[in-house]
């Protein structure tokens, strides 16, 4: 019984360990802060956006806010690429990492988030404030 499992377990590792090397050669585009909160009283979005680009192969990498071009940067793995905007915004900002070709290798979303603060408690008497 022993032998099945020792094969089973070499099978998998065989067949797993393409998918473990392509996921390393994969691009990843990091977002921070990937949230942005807005109030009622301030509805537009103010803040600074940092970008890195992780891992892929080596190659120059532009940065898109909403299908615009912002900047282009030669990717070099396995140091960090990093980009970093100041963002005003009332609406989610989708940014996109492509090629100089225009290929799409990666993508990553800013998201608004509306506040709503906590409706006030009505003070119910207990009669604690007496003592």
Do not use: D
């Not at 396995?78 to 980009?83: G, L, Q």
Request: with cysteine; charged share 15%.
């Amino acid at each position: 019984m022993w032998y099945r499992s020792g094969f089973l377990l070499q099978l998998l590792t065989v067949t797993l360990l393409p998918w473990a090397t392509q996921a390393q050669n994969e691009l990843q585009l990091v977002l921070t802060p990937q949230l942005c909160v807005v109030t009622e009283h301030e509805p537009l979005c103010q803040t600074e956006v940092s970008l890195m680009v992780q891992g892929g192969t080596a190659q120059e990498v532009c940065l898109f806010e909403q299908n615009q071009k912002h900047s282009c940067k030669l990717h070099q793995p396995p140091a960090v690429t990093k980009f970093s905007l100041k963002i005003q915004s009332k609406t989610n900002k989708p940014f996109q990492i492509k090629t100089s070709q225009g290929q799409l290798l990666a993508a990553a979303q800013l998201q608004l988030v509306q506040f709503q603060g906590a409706l006030k408690r009505h003070n119910r008497g207990y009669l604690w404030n007496m003592m």
